[in-house]
T-cell receptor, first 114, second 109 residues
C-alpha cells in the first residue's frame, strides 16, 4: 500500500541537541511538506518542497532545517535554536504543489523536551 | 491569513446533522477539508475550487461561496465514526495552504 511513513512516533530531545524526524513516501508525489501542530492552533507550515533538490521556508521555519535529496524522502531537523520544540509534527505530500491537489499525511511524530 | 472556523466545538447525538463553517478575509482559490482523530494523521475529505469544481468524499457535502469567501461542510445523519476535529485549509492566490484552528465534533450514542 502506498503512503507516508514518519518515524519515530515519539522522540525526546535534550537541551542543546539536534534531532531529525524522518518522512518517507512511496506515492511518487513531487511535493512534500512539514507542519507543526500545537493544541488549539491548527497546522502551521514549517518547510515545503515542490521538487527534489529544492525547498522553501514556510511560516515558522526558524530553528528548523530540511533536505530533499531524494524524491521519496524529506527529513526535518529540529535544531537547538528552536527553543520551544515540543509539538506534534506532521509530514504530508501531494502529487504537485497546487491548491487543487489534496495533501496526504503521515501519522506524525510527537517531540518532547527532556 | 488564517481562516476562521465556527463553531469551535459541537456535540451531537448520533443521527443529527451538523454544519461547520470556514471563512476568509481574502478571495479564495481553493478550500480543503480534513478530519483528524486524536493523535492520528489528518484525513482528506474534500477540495472545493474556485469555479465550482469539487473533489472528495461521496458521503460528505460542502459548499463554497466565492463572493462571501467562505465554505461550509455538511455532515448529515452523523455516525459515531464522524467524531474528530475538522480542519479547513484555504488557499489564496500566491500563498500557501493555511489551516484553521479546527472544529471539534463529538458524536454521542
Amino acid at each position: 500500500d502506498g503512503g507516508i511513513t514518519q518515524s519515530p512516533k515519539y522522540l525526546f530531545r535534550k537541551e542543546g541537541q539536534n534531532v531529525t524526524l524522518s518522512c518517507e513516501q512511496n506515492l511518487n508525489h513531487d511535493a512534500m511538506y512539514w507542519y507543526r501542530q500545537d493544541p488549539g492552533q491548527g497546522l502551521r507550515l514549517i518547510y515545503y518542497s515542490q521538487i527534489v533538490n529544492d525547498f522553501q521556508k514556510g511560516d515558522i521555519a526558524e530553528g528548523y532545517s530540511v533536505s530533499r535529496e531524494k524524491k521519496e524522502s524529506f527529513p526535518l531537523t529540529v535544531t537547538s535554536a528552536q527553543k520551544n520544540p515540543t509539538a506534534f509534527y506532521l509530514c504530508a505530500s501531494s502529487i504537485e504543489d497546487r491548491g487543487s491537489q489534496p495533501q496526504h499525511f503521515g501519522d506524525g511524530t510527537r517531540l518532547s523536551i527532556l | 491569513q488564517q481562516p476562521v472556523q465556527s463553531p469551535q466545538a459541537v456535540i451531537l447525538r448520533e443521527g443529527e446533522d451538523a454544519v461547520i463553517n470556514c471563512s476568509s478575509s481574502k478571495a479564495l482559490y481553493s478550500v480543503h477539508w480534513y478530519r483528524q482523530k486524536h493523535g492520528e494523521a489528518p484525513v482528506f475529505l474534500m477540495i472545493l475550487l474556485k469555479g465550482g469544481e469539487q473533489k472528495g468524499h461521496d458521503k460528505i457535502s460542502a459548499s463554497f461561496n466565492e463572493k462571501k469567501q467562505q465554505s461550509s461542510l455538511y455532515l448529515t445523519a452523523s455516525q459515531l465514526s464522524y467524531s474528530g476535529t475538522y480542519f479547513c485549509g484555504t488557499e489564496i492566490i500566491d500563498e500557501k495552504l493555511t489551516f484553521g484552528t479546527g472544529t471539534r465534533l463529538t458524536i454521542i450514542p
